[in-house]
């Protein structure tokens, strides 16, 4: 018997892997284009440029292909690098720090992937809460941590830290978010971004920020 060639499963296992990601790419674009139930398996083959069989083979159903797509979004967003250092000020973290979230929860692909969970999440519970866990949920979290952090050498009076921060995640959205999401407007420009963080910011530390 002779033993399997490591390089030649390797080539497999890459080609498994870029037709995985050519079909998750092409069902991106149809999902956000006509959300989840407007998509249709032939559609999404077409749009990934592969067979029907082919995209059976990967996925079994629409709901696990869709559930792979959110699941990658969770992951990819998960990663995302805030500038949490606990060296610096609260008042400039939070500035900086409100206008990347918000750069990230309002860009168009960003909103299109929001939009399709909230309108499958009644239905399919399961891949909101993975979506709130690894995104939502994380992010707040570290926000939290870096109050407390900070919380004495900044004269914070905190006691719900993760209330505080998603206070504060909240108040960053405030005329901007749903706007967008609701596809009422467009998304926000840097300078109103800057102009609602800023206020956000101002807020959150008359609030939790001791006088003397």
């Known amino acids: 018997m002779v033993a399997d060639n490591p390089s030649s499963l390797r080539l497999v296992g890459d080609a498994d892997s870029s037709k995985r990601r050519q079909i998750i790419d092409g069902a991106r674009k149809v999902f956000l284009d006509r959300g989840f139930d407007g998509a249709s398996m032939g559609e999404i083959a077409r749009a990934a440029g592969v067979s029907k069989g082919t995209l059976y083979v990967y996925f079994a159903d629409k ?4 559930e792979a797509i959110v699941e990658e979004e969770s992951l990819e967003q998960g990663k995302l690098a805030f500038n949490f250092d606990p060296e610096r000020d609260v008042a ?3 500035m900086e720090f409100g206008q990347a979230y918000i750069q990230v929860l ?3 692909g960003g909103g299109s992937a929001i939009r399709t969970v909230m309108a499958i999440a009644e239905r399919m519970p399961e891949v909101g809460r993975r979506f709130y866990t690894n995104v ?4 707040v ?3 939290a941590d870096y109050l407390k952090a900070r ?3 900044d004269n914070l009076a905190i006691d719900d830290f993760e209330l505080a921060s998603t206070q504060f995640t909240q108040m960053c959205q405030a005329s901007l978010f749903m706007p967008f999401i609701f596809q009422v407007a467009p998304a926000p ?3 109103r971004i800057e102009e609602v963080i800023a206020s956000a910011t101002q807020m959150f530390l008359a609030a939790y920020q001791r006088k003397g």
């Open 151 to 153: 919380a004495k050498l």
């Open 141 to 143: 979290a570290r926000l």
């Open 189 to 191: 420009s840097p300078d």
């Open 92 to 94: 400039a973290i939070l």
């Open 106 to 108: 309002c860009r168009p």
């Open 63 to 66: 709901n696990r292909l869709f």
């Open 136 to 139: 939502v949920a994380v992010t």
